[in-house]
């Protein structure tokens, strides 16, 4: 989702510049509204590339976490594998 806003937002910078005659930056802000599940489903360094090229090209990105009031599976408690060379698995709540 990441890279295909950072697309999104280079195009229309682009087509904005080329229709004014004078240059100048473009503030961009991008809101994600989301219950969190899933963010890190292509990985954690993927997510995190992404994050960076974003914050690269300028966009500032606000991720607003939804929670249910009352809901028995909060995102807090949501546990992932990590794996790594010395250990196959190891359960860590969201980083």
């Known amino acids: 989702m990441l890279d295909l806003t950072i697309d999104i937002f280079s195009s ?3 087509r904005l510049q080329k ?8 503030s961009k802000l991008l809101f994600i509204l989301s219950d969190g599940r899933g963010i890190f489903y292509e990985g954690i360094e993927t ?7 974003a914050i690269q090209q300028g966009i ?3 991720f ?5 009031p009352g ?5 807090f408690d949501i546990k992932m594998p990590i794996f790594t ?3 196959p698995v190891f ?3 969201l980083p």
């Not at 229709?19 to 473009?26: A, E, H, R, T, V």
């Not at 997510?47 to 090229?53: C, E, F, G, K, T």
């Open 60 to 62: 500032f990105i606000v």
């Open 64 to 68: 607003i976490l939804l929670e249910t």
């Open 12 to 14: 229309s910078e682009s």
């Open 85 to 87: 060379e010395n250990n």
């Open 47 to 53: 997510v995190r590339s992404a994050i960076r090229n």
């Open 19 to 26: 229709s004014l005659s004078s240059s100048f930056n473009i």
């Open 91 to 93: 359960i860590s709540s």
């Open 71 to 75: 809901n028995k599976s909060s995102i």
